[in-house]
């Protein structure tokens, strides 16, 4: 269920999100452009381990269920939404 970025993706992504911030005129730059860009690149990669590590938790929660419940139907992935946003939600208030 999880969604995964290729590394063009994410670099493209970053690449975006660098081109915005230079036309903000707000923002001021206190490091190379590319220091930049590599340190948007981690944030994207660490946020993609993080919702993967919260996919792997709702999944298992699934598979620990004493009825055996088939990946892919209603019954699943009305549960895998529940526990993965019970998952955010934990991760929420722990940053809080």
């Known amino acids: 269920m999880s969604i995964r970025?290729?590394?063009?993706?994410?670099?493209?992504?970053?690449?975006?999100?660098?081109?915005?911030?230079?036309?903000?005129?707000?923002?001021?730059?206190?490091?190379?452009s590319n220091e930049i860009r590599l340190s948007i690149v981690k944030s994207i990669e660490d946020e993609m381990k993080l919702y993967g590590l919260l996919d792997k938790k709702a999944i298992d929660k699934i598979n620990a269920q004493k009825k055996s419940i088939?990946?892919?139907?209603?019954?699943?992935?009305?549960?895998?939404?529940?526990?993965?946003?019970d998952e955010i939600s934990k991760?929420?208030?722990?940053?809080?």
């Not at 088939?70 to 009305?78: D, M």
Request: hydrophobic letters at 35%; charged letters at 40%.
């Open 5 to 32: 970025l290729s590394r063009e993706k994410i670099n493209y992504l970053s690449r975006q999100i660098l081109d915005a911030l230079f036309n903000d005129d707000q923002v001021e730059f206190l490091d190379e």
């Open 70 to 85: 088939k990946e892919g139907s209603r019954e699943w992935e009305i549960l895998y939404r529940k526990y993965y946003n």
């Open 91 to 96: 991760l929420g208030k722990f940053i809080e």
